[in-house]
């Protein structure tokens, strides 16, 4: 067994996707799914209305992608967005510095990886999450819009999983934007190959906004979120028989 087949079996989460464990083990992987469940019910209470931004880890500073996106964090927080990302490096920090620096809020949903994912230095608010599917139901929750960034397989399930939940009218018609045409272009265009083949409506088409314009991106979310949907920023108190605290961020 190697190095990395050690890291997986070692996770609570792959184990029990592995097929069935017994009762007992069942039970009590439930309840540590509940209890995330609740950290983050009441750890992001306060943070909304967010946009997401997804997109890869592995674009560093100073890269055309990472800068592309802290521009797209900026503008968001101009716009009276909160900025939610999965809160590591790359393309996550990018959005999350640039809300921060414009002034505006910046929150991660950071995951708990075996070579220990760190929540980027540009959060006012962060959880770390053990599991992977809790994880992308708060990085949904709390959204008004995705943003697409240029990344890899996680980036693309998390595009399908919003575009999914929208399909099926589990969520409301928030505007998904691709930002990167050229990056993007095959996606697309495989995209275009379900609808001609009806594995998908003509209809579904019309979720997805793709552009290279951050402009054009604002005015989209702007249009199809705030004017929309009315936003308004909601303000919850926090409540003292919760024990909440809406400035404390949690690190563990």
Request: with cysteine; proline share 4%; hydrophobic share 40%.
């Amino acid at each position: 067994m190697d190095t990395e087949e050690k890291y997986v079996l070692s996770k609570d989460e792959s184990l029990f996707v592995r097929g069935p464990l017994s009762r007992f083990k069942e039970l009590i992987f439930s309840f540590k799914v509940q209890y995330n469940f609740i950290r983050a019910f009441r750890k992001m209470h306060f943070v909304g209305p967010c946009v997401t931004v997804f997109g890869s880890a592995r674009f560093p500073e100073g890269s055309m992608h990472y800068n592309n996106a802290e521009k797209i964090g900026a503008a968001l927080a101009k716009l009276g967005f909160t900025v939610m990302t999965g809160g590591g490096p790359g393309i996550m920090e990018a959005a999350n510095k640039g809300a921060y620096n414009a002034g505006g809020y910046s929150v991660g949903i950071n995951i708990i990886l075996p070579f220990e994912q760190k929540p980027n230095p540009y959060l006012h608010r962060w959880i770390n999450i053990p599991y992977f599917f809790v994880r992308k139901v708060f990085l949904i929750k709390y959204s008004y819009a995705f943003v697409v960034m240029p990344g890899g397989m996680g980036t693309l399930d998390e595009l399908f999983e919003a575009l999914t939940l929208i399909q099926t009218k589990i969520i409301k018609n928030f505007p998904i934007v691709i930002f990167d045409s050229e990056y993007h272009k095959e996606l697309c265009h495989h995209i275009q190959i379900m609808a001609k083949n009806e594995s998908i409506s003509q209809e579904d088409m019309k979720l997805l906004f793709v552009t290279d314009s951050v402009e054009d991106l604002i005015a989209h979310i702007e249009t199809y979120s705030i004017k929309k949907f009315s936003l308004v920023k909601k303000q919850y108190k926090p409540k003292w028989w919760y024990s909440e605290n809406k400035t404390k961020n949690e690190t563990k």
